[in-house]
């Protein structure tokens, strides 16, 4: 197995692609061969340049690309020596984006200023774009004009593809590099930010998710479907998540032992099905129990709260005691029924400010 001084993952700008952390390893091997694995889905522009430099200034920085790499992550590697790529991997370069927040409501003055923004941020952006081509091209040995129009596709590349444009030197097929796998996780974030999903095999799911959506399945048609014509097993599934149903995750994670895997699909029979129905039946009855204890709970408290707030109230109506006690041989007078009462009056008071 090939041992690399950089493993660089995960989000361009992060802790495990951080462009300090890159800088100091380049440091302690001054002059000698740098090894650099990359597997990023991108992130900052801003320090994947710098890490561009970096291996620039240095000179002598091997690249090689596993997974599904994109964006930022491209740009990194541009001031590389060599750049490699598994054949398994993906690459995507595309139009560099700035996050952007939308009011709700603006009044004209305000939407001048919007378009002003708006406006300086579009030329920002296309001169970072620009300068991404600038780099891309000089790797690729080509017009800036044509990388400009592959960024505006923003399509995935297989390995040949990367190589046959210039952004990789050769294409690899080591056994220790494994094939880029998409989780609807991933898939999902990708969504999220515009980016194409790849054509790559989506990640098995676990055998719990595989029980939720076949019971998903079933409880959306009603009835068991017949197969259809089979999906494309390349694009990724839908998630399936149960946080909302912590008491029927529950119920199907106990199923899942009883449930029986056969080409793809869970199979359970009357008896399992039962079962599941029986403990939702008994989780729902028992919600309901403790549904009703915390309502009659809370009156109860209202009514107490009530009660005091009345108490009070004709207390307040009660004239004051505005005498004061004598002492007879050092000890205090007994107390008399006007002290009780303001006794009393003080502790509903200190209760209703609890309250």
Known sequence: MKNYHLHLRGFVGGYDFDSRHVQNVLDANKGKRVDVLIDSLGGSVATALTI???????????????????????????????????????????KCSAEFFQWASLNADQLAEQIKDLSQLKTDLEKIDVNVASLYANRCGKKKEELLDLMK??????????????????????????????????????????????????????????????????????????PEAKADANQPKPTITMKKFPLLAAVLLMAEAAAELKDGKFEMNEEQLGQIEAALKAAADKETQLTASHNEAIQAKDQEIQTLKAQIEELNKQPGDSTTHPVNDGKVQESTPMDDFCARLNAAQKLYDLV
């Open 52 to 94: 561009a430099s970096a291996f620039r200034n240095h000179g002598d920085v091997h690249v090689h690309f596993v997974g599904m790499n994109a964006s930022a992550a491209t740009i990194a590697s541009m001031g590389a020596k060599e750049i490699t790529m598994d054949a398994s991997a993906m690459y995507l370069v595309h």
């Open 153 to 226: 596709v923003g399509g995935w590349l297989n390995a040949e593809e990367a190589k046959s444009w210039g952004f990789v030197d050769a294409v690899t097929n080591d056994d220790e590099d494994e094939a880029p796998v998409l989780t609807d996780a991933v898939a999902s974030a990708m969504a999220a930010v515009g980016m194409p999903i790849p054509n790559v095999p989506v990640q098995a799911s676990s055998q719990f998710q595989k029980l939720l959506a076949a019971l998903t399945d079933f409880f959306k048609s009603g009835k068991r479907k017949e």
